[in-house]
Nanobody
Framework: QVRLIESGGGLVQAGDSLRLSCTASGLTFSSYGMGWFRQAPGKDRAFVAAVSWDGAFTNYADSVKARFAITRDNAERTVYLHMSSLKPEDTAVYYC?????????????????WGQGTQVTVSS
């Protein structure tokens, strides 16, 4: 059974930093591209960042470029989202997802497995 478990969310103030983690089990982690998406209340789930199976390629939404960084540790089966200079508009539930043989797609449809999400709330 494939499981993706996110952690690290919480309540922070604008300008603060936060690191999200997503640990995978039940799949060959090093064969999967990994992505982070987020969903704010009343909005669709949106792409945030992605990394290829080997960590060589990354992809970011324009709204987070230069503030967020995605990294992965294949030995730990974990992908991270390092978030800095957080803004109230970053408030959302953040989900990680796995893409088989993936280069790190921006498209939700390319991802096979999803975590349950972790809440990030940024106060002004």
């Amino acid at each position: 059974q494939v499981r993706l478990i996110e952690s690290g969310g919480g309540l922070v103030q604008a300008g603060d930093s936060l690191r999200l983690s997503c640990t995978a089990s039940g799949l060959t982690f090093s064969s999967y591209g990994m992505g982070w998406f987020r969903q704010a209340p009343g909005k669709d789930r949106a792409f945030v960042a992605a990394v290829s199976w080997d960590g060589a390629f990354t992809n970011y939404a324009d709204s987070v470029k230069a503030r967020f960084a995605i990294t992965r540790d294949n030995a730990e089966r974990t992908v991270y989202l390092h978030m800095s200079s957080l803004k109230p508009e970053d408030t959302a539930v953040y989900y990680c997802a796995a893409q088989s043989r993936g280069a790190g797609s921006r498209s939700r449809a390319q991802y096979t497995y999803w975590g349950q999400g972790t809440q990030v709330t940024v106060s002004s």
